[in-house]
């Protein structure tokens, strides 16, 4: 089969690639240009994508004799996750914009133009695995990236290929050591990827400029603090709230209202909630009937939780949790995964966070 490999310049990307080749694939490597500044995407283990990242990338393709080609979706890149994660942090929300990316860049953009190309899947590194169709949560749980994936339709799934979902980070750093490809020891990328610094609350202030107002707090309705951006915070944020309430019991963030710039803080007794509300759910496969138990992944790397899911409004999903969770943030994704110790790794779908309530 004619594959496309997008190949990042990391030593997953080009372990996959590796073994597309060995499977007897057709491969050709591509490496996504994402910045229209990618001189300034890296600062070593931070960032990604830069120049450097595409050198990396050729020269791995060159070492597997495999064509190779830079693809520029810089600007598409800027739209769809970059402005999407500045509008949505505006908006009082929390995004993923490593979720944004595989929907709208990596499986959408990427998949639509290899297909239309005549190739017959996109090869990536991502730590996950695709059985029968299915989408399931890697064999390295502490690298398993079927959270950012669940976004996808059983369509797309059908148009890729994780070959690293059956082994451990470890043998894929072994194995690149094997092959000799200089990025065997290369770190890992973290963070996001657009904000190389880590500085996400420094990278919106420049973006969306101070926006003053109360931190009030949720026992008392009183003033005790000023912050100059909303969006400095998050639902569940425990440090950095810079108030001091008058006891030493810790404060979270509950809520954020951008219209009147309010963020709402509480102790922890205040902060753990029973019932999630998303909007309108993909799904991986077959659209299951509800209501149904599963189990419910609240942020990237949060620990799962048994749910029951039952129809919500607008034709999203309404989660009742088993136990009351905190840091439940409106825009992050809820994964939903099959419920039972042997498919318990599969993942059903995922709808968008729109509310938590404290009900339930």
């Not at 739209?79 to 499986?107: H, M, S, W």
């Not at 926006?211 to 400095?232: F, I, L």
């Amino acid at each position: 089969m004619r594959v496309l490999a997008a190949m990042s310049g990391g030593v997953d990307s080009a372990v996959a690639a590796a073994l597309a080749v060995d499977a007897g694939h057709d491969v050709t490597g591509v490496h996504l240009a994402l910045s229209p500044d990618r001189q300034t995407l890296r600062s070593g283990a931070r960032g990604c994508c830069s120049v450097e990242d595409a050198h990396d990338a050729r020269r791995v393709a060159d070492e597997l004799g495999i064509p190779f080609y830079v693809w520029d979706l810089a600007e598409r890149f800027t739209q769809a996750v970059v402005e999407d994660f500045v509008a949505e942090y505006a908006a009082g929300r929390t995004p993923n914009p490593c979720l944004r990316c595989n929907e709208k860049i990596k499986f959408s953009a990427v998949l639509d133009r290899a297909q239309a190309l005549g190739f017959g899947a996109v090869v990536t590194g991502h730590h996950a695995r695709l059985a029968d169709g299915e989408l399931r949560r890697s064999v390295d749980a502490a690298k398993d990236q079927s959270y950012v994936l669940a976004v996808l339709t059983a369509d797309q799934l059908a148009g890729a290929v994780f070959p690293l979902g059956s082994m451990t980070k470890q043998r894929v750093r072994e194995i690149a050591a094997e092959r000799g490809f200089a990025v065997a020891t290369k770190a890992d990328s973290h963070d996001i990827c657009f904000i190389p610094d880590g500085d996400t609350r420094g990278f919106l202030a420049r973006r969306l400029g101070e926006q003053p107002g109360p931190v009030v707090d949720a026992a008392t309705g009183a003033t005790v603090g000023e912050h100059s951006g909303a969006y400095g915070f998050t639902v569940g944020q425990r440090r950095g709230l810079g108030v001091a309430v008058g006891d030493s019991r810790p404060r979270y963030v509950l809520g954020i209202e951008p219209v009147s710039r309010t963020v709402t803080i509480g102790t922890a007794d205040l902060a753990g909630v029973g019932e999630v509300r998303t909007a309108p759910p993909t799904w991986t496969g077959p659209v299951p009937a509800l209501p149904f138990r599963a189990e419910v992944q609240l942020r990237a790397h949060g620990t799962p939780v048994p749910c029951e899911v039952t129809a919500g409004e607008d034709g999203g999903l309404r989660l009742v949790l088993d136990s009351r969770q905190r840091g439940v943030a409106p825009g992050q994704s809820a994964v939903l995964y099959a419920p039972d110790a042997r498919r318990g790794d599969l993942v059903l779908g995922q709808g968008t966070v729109l509310a938590a309530d404290r009900a339930a």
